[in-house]
């Protein structure tokens, strides 16, 4: 009787025995990183405002080397810092809009992490 019980309690103790995962049990959280975001997130020159500056501004026909529309060319962060009081009123202007009308608009996202690095002293980060 005493051999049935421990057969019985060796079935089950083996039984219950598994080989786990660990990280398939517990998965590393998934964080996203949302850019717009600028309170957890502020923008930057050059990953951020730089690209959107170069996109937008610095194209040709605007404000690139050649043509430096109204005097301006956003080609270094040099220039862009001496221009942010323009760009951060014109950018944001409802009556003479920059980019015009005409051209790609900067996105909300854009124009959130456009007015962060301007509004937060146009650094060189």
């Known amino acids: ?18 080989n786990d995962k660990f990280d398939k049990l517990y998965p590393t959280p998934v964080t996203t990183v949302d850019l717009c975001d600028t ?3 502020p923008a930057k ?9 170069t996109s937008k501004c610095a194209t040709a026909g605007c404000h690139d080397a050649t ?5 301006y060319t956003f080609t270094t962060y040099a220039a862009d810092s001496l221009a942010s009081a ?3 009123t014109r950018a944001f202007s409802t009556s003479s809009p ?3 009308t005409t051209s790609t608009q900067l996105t909300a996202c854009e124009k959130n992490q456009l007015y962060y690095w301007l509004s937060h002293g146009s650094v060189n980060n």
């Open 98 to 100: 920059m980019p015009p």
């Open 39 to 41: 309170a957890t997130n």
């Open 1 to 18: 009787m005493k051999k049935f019980f421990l057969g019985i309690g060796l079935v089950v103790a083996l039984g219950s025995c598994y």
């Open 45 to 53: 020159f050059s990953t951020n405002v730089n690209s959107i500056i």
């Open 67 to 71: 043509t430096a529309q109204s005097g």
């Open 86 to 88: 323009r760009i951060l």
